[in-house]
């Protein structure tokens, strides 16, 4: 297995384990997609974590030695795949977030930038879109998502010289939300992921969707899905809850329902 699933405490985790950088191959990405679908299905995870099992590499991309006698409708069929893989997370009511420690190229960076949440180790390593160096261009949403992340004109740069950043400027572009201590930052990322898997599941899901969703529509749109979900969220077990403890004056004790 290329990818390890487990869950800790409503996190579930998917980590990344194809030695020796990540870079994956046609099997690798269908079990990110089985991870992200189990993420979606299985109502004891409530936030997942995307992880590397080798601090030095988050993931590299694509193994081009599978790929270097493709012929274009198996290339098509990879990339295909491929971009399943990614949305998929897009498309999941729940939050994910990728803990990035080591070098984030290509495919890599776009897997994270499908999720909710990017968080950075400090370190050496590097982070960029670096395809254009084969002659090709991102073809995991890369081309997409980037330029919605940070400014048109510093993602196009980054897209057509292959340039990578470091963790500080990719926090400074707004690629990664922080950058942590590298001696804490495993414990600090599953703190945060165990402070948002004890809150209200669906909640944070429809959140995420109402989000992804409307921006994609006019605003009249966006609100009408914000609305859909509001009323929704308001006959789970969670509002129950919610109101109850805020009229109790204690804290909720959410269950995800």
């Keep these: 297995m290329a990818i390890d699933f ?9 980590t990344f384990n194809r030695p020796p950088a990540n870079a994956y191959d046609a099997q690798m990405l269908a079990e990110l997609t089985a991870a992200v679908h189990r993420v979606a ?3 004891a995870v409530r936030v997942a974590l995307v992880r590397s099992a080798n601090p030095k590499f988050f993931c590299t991309g694509a193994d081009i030695g599978t790929l270097q006698n493709s012929s274009r409708a198996q290339f098509a069929n990879f990339l295909t ?17 990728a803990a990035i420690s080591g070098h984030c190229i290509g495919g890599g960076l776009e897997i994270a930038l499908g999720c909710d949440f990017r968080w950075a180790a400090a370190g050496k390593y590097r982070l960029g879109l670096a395809e254009v160096n084969l002659g090709l261009s991102p073809g995991m949403g890369g081309t997409q998502r980037l330029p919605r992340l940070i400014p048109k004109s510093r993602a196009l740069h980054m897209m057509v010289t292959g340039d990578a950043v470091g963790p500080d400027e990719a926090l400074a572009l ?5 950058v942590l201590p590298a001696e804490s930052f495993e414990a600090d990322v599953m703190a945060y992921a165990h402070k948002l898997a004890a809150g209200p599941t669906m909640a944070q899901g429809y959140i995420k ?3 992804n969703n409307g921006l994609e529509t006019s605003l009249a749109q966006g609100l009408t899905i914000e609305r859909a979900h509001q009323s929704q969220l308001f006959a789970s077990d969670d509002v129950a809850e919610g109101l109850k403890a805020f009229l109790e004056k204690r804290p909720a004790n959410f269950t995800g329902k």
């Design 6 to 14: 487990s869950i800790d405490n409503g996190v579930g985790v998917i």
């Design 81 to 97: 795949i491929a971009q399943e893989a990614v949305d998929a997370i897009g498309r999941t009511p729940k939050l994910f977030i």
């Design 41 to 43: 299905e299985d109502p």
């Design 209 to 211: 969707l109402s989000v």
């Design 174 to 178: 707004g690629i990664v939300d922080r």
